[in-house]
C-alpha cells in the first residue's frame, strides 16, 4: 500500500485525479477501480507492490507490431480496472476489486509481492528489453508502474502500457518521460454505447489519443470489434477517419470478438466484418493494418 499521487482534498471526502472518472470518494470507501481508498483523508493505492500477474510475452501480442518487432516483453499487472467492459478478457482479475463488500485488508493481499526493484532485475535477467503494464489498466496502479518504469529507464529498458486510454493529463504528464510505447483500445465511436458497454466516456480517450501522438510516445491502436456494439460500418469509417486524421503512420489492430465475461451469448465476429473494417482503413488512408484472433 501506498499513499497515490494525484488527489484533492475536499472537506472529508477525496477527489481522486488519476483517471478521467475523477472519483469523489467518501471516507474508507474506494474509487470505481476499487484499488484506491480514502483512507482518513489520505488516499491510498491498495495493490502496490501487488503482482497478479507476471509473464515473458511476445511483443506482437501487447499487440506492437512496430516497436522491437520480434522482442519479448517482461508483462505485469495488478488486480483492478477503472473501466466495466462487459466483454473483458481478463474479468477474473480486472473486476474482481468491484465488489463493495470486500474490505481493503483482502484487496491489498491479492497477489505475490514484488518490489520494483525486482521486476526490473526479472527483465533483465530473461534478456527482455522492455516491461509492459498490461492485462489490466495500468492507470489504476499508477504509483507501482511509475516506480517500476523509472527504475527501467535507468537500467537501459523500454517501457510499454497497454491502456483503455481513460487516464488524466495529470497521469499523463507524469508518465510521459519514462513512457515509450503504448496500445491503446479504442473499443468505437459512439458516445452512448461506450457508456453503456464500457462505463467511460469517448472524449477524453480521443484527447489522449491525439495528445500521445503529440508527445511522440510510440503509439499503436486496438479495437476490438464486438458484434451490436461497435461493428457497423458508420463507427468502424469513422475510427479509420479519424485515426488517418492524426497520422495515416498509426497502425491500427482490427481484432475479433470471442464470446467472454458478460457476452457469452454473443457470437464471435464475422471474418466478413473484420474486412470491411480494413477496407475502411485503406480507404481512409491508413498504411498499417492488422488483423487479429483469425
Not at 489492430?253 to 454473443?266: E, G, L, Q, T, W
Amino acid at each position: 500500500m501506498k499513499e497515490c499521487f494525484l488527489y484533492k482534498k475536499e472537506g472529508d471526502y477525496i477527489s481522486c485525479q488519476t483517471c478521467n472518472h475523477r472519483c469523489r470518494i467518501a471516507p474508507f470507501k474506494r474509487g470505481i477501480c476499487g484499488v484506491r481508498e480514502n483512507q482518513k483523508g489520505k488516499l491510498y493505492l491498495l495493490v502496490y507492490g501487488r503482482v497478479i500477474a507476471e509473464n515473458i510475452d511476445p511483443i506482437e501480442k501487447k499487440p506492437l507490431y512496430h516497436f522491437l518487432p520480434g522482442t519479448k516483453s517482461l508483462s505485469i499487472a495488478t488486480v483492478g480496472c477503472n473501466l466495466r467492459c462487459l466483454w473483458c478478457q481478463n474479468s477474473d482479475i480486472s473486476q474482481c476489486t468491484k465488489d463493495e463488500t470486500s474490505r481493503s485488508e483482502i484487496v491489498n493481499q491479492i497477489g505475490i509481492e514484488m518490489e520494483p526493484a525486482q521486476i526490473v532485475e526479472d527483465a533483465l535477467k530473461n534478456h527482455c528489453p522492455s516491461i509492459s503494464y498490461t492485462y489490466t489498466e495500468p492507470t489504476i496502479f499508477l504509483e507501482f508502474a511509475l516506480d517500476t518504469m523509472k527504475l527501467a529507464q535507468k537500467a537501459g529498458l523500454k517501457n510499454i502500457w497497454v491502456s483503455n486510454g481513460y487516464m488524466t493529463s495529470e497521469t499523463l504528464d507524469l508518465v510521459s518521460p519514462y513512457l515509450d510505447a503504448i496500445n491503446i483500445d479504442l473499443k468505437g465511436f459512439n458516445e452512448e454505447k461506450y457508456l453503456k458497454f464500457t462505463s467511460a466516456k469517448l472524449q477524453p480517450i480521443l484527447t489522449n489519443i491525439k495528445e500521445i501522438y503529440r508527445r511522440k510516445i510510440h503509439l499503436e491502436v486496438t479495437t476490438l470489434i464486438v458484434p451490436g456494439v461497435n461493428d457497423d460500418e458508420k463507427q468502424l469509417k469513422n475510427i479509420a477517419k479519424f485515426l488517418a486524421g492524426i497520422s495515416p503512420k498509426i497502425p491500427w489492430h482490427i481484432s475479433r470478438f470471442f464470446p467472454a465475461y458478460k457476452m457469452n451469448d454473443v457470437p464471435p465476429t464475422p471474418i466478413e466484418t473484420l474486412k470491411l473494417a480494413e477496407k475502411l482503413g485503406k480507404n481512409a488512408g491508413l498504411k498499417y493494418i492488422h488483423l487479429g484472433n483469425v
